[in-house]
């Protein structure tokens, strides 16, 4: 997978990633954990995504699992990679709960945004990780901070300087992967330099519309190329909702997209959290999700 031309590319053909969250919420600091080993993903759940049609997952990490046992992180994240592999799928992991800590969201970063050894120890996770998987093509590449809501109350100093630095040290041990960049807490363009970049917001509201805007001069499109959208839902109390329409205004767009989220009881494609437990499915979105991800091309 490359970038080339403001596309995702893959055997010559331009690729659209659209797929699932696994956010694994119950492993994750801010929700349960932290503890890899409780996951709430297994071997079912990419055969299942695969039988929908999906090609890529994005993957919810944890530095606490990292820091707190490395070998035993490799090992956890390894296998989820032989799990996408055996089902066609790419992976783009994508750290949820950083070094200093965070809601998951936009939000509790302060410890994050006002260490600047918490932000190196995440810079030298993402170099660490790279380097482990440099040349490991089920990896797409690496989303490096969910929902960055920095504190200089200004777009986008702060996030600027530490998202640039992460991405060269990346880049500087993996020559293969694209680094994903999310826009920042005020919805707008970063200034980051680099040929492999995977521009990316979220979505949960209609595009063009508070809660759905592109970062850059045009809120109904992205000016940034390729661009992903991270996550993109509702919950059952809303129905389906906008989702329809926006995963079809992305696929016309040729704009990238993973739904949140496989297992949750609120956004869940299946409304319950047990790794591989189809037995609640929200069968009006895995409808929809399923309907947009037609003719995906997968590795």
């Known amino acids: 997978m490359t970038v080339s031309g403001g ?51 994005r993957f919810g990490l944890d530095y606490q699992w990292y820091s707190s046992n490395r070998a035993n992180f490799f090992a956890v994240v390894d296998q989820h990679v032989a799990w996408a592999k055996a089902n066609h799928l790419w992976m783009i992991p994508v750290m949820f709960m950083p070094p200093g800590g965070s809601n998951g969201g936009y939000g509790g ?7 600047a050894s918490n932000q190196q120890l995440l810079t030298s996770f993402w170099s660490d990780f790279a380097t482990h998987y440099a040349n490991e093509p089920t990896m797409a590449g690496y989303d490096i901070f969910n929902e960055p809501a920095p504190t200089d109350n200004q777009c986008c100093g702060q996030y600027q300087q530490w998202a640039q630095s992460a991405y060269n040290a990346i880049t500087a041990v993996d020559p293969h992967h694209f680094v994903v960049i999310e826009a920042p807490l005020y919805n707008t ?17 209609a ?10 001069s045009n809120p109904a499109s992205p000016t940034n190329r390729p661009f992903f959208v991270g996550e993109v839902g509702s919950q059952p109390a809303q129905g389906t909702a906008y989702v329809p329409g926006n995963l079809a205004n992305f696929n016309a767009q040729g704009i990238s997209w993973t739904h949140f989220v496989m297992h949750e009881t609120g956004f869940g494609l299946f409304q319950n959290w047990g790794a591989g437990d189809f ?10 999700v399923q309907a947009a991800m037609a003719g995906n091309i997968r590795p």
């Open 7 to 57: 596309n995702l590319v893959y055997g010559g053909r331009t690729v659209l990633l659209r797929g699932e969250n696994f956010n694994n919420e119950p492993a994750l600091a801010c929700c349960g954990g932290p503890n890899v080993n409780a996951i709430n993903a297994n071997a079912a759940d990419y055969a299942k995504l695969g039988s929908l049609g999906g090609n890529v997952v």
């Open 207 to 216: 595009v063009g519309t508070d809660g759905c805007n592109f970062p850059g």
């Open 109 to 115: 970063q302060g410890g994050f945004w006002g260490s």
């Open 189 to 205: 363009e970063p200034s980051i330099s680099g040929s492999r970049i995977l521009w990316s917001g979220h979505c949960y509201a």
């Open 279 to 288: 037995s609640s499915p929200w069968s009006a979105m895995l409808t929809v």
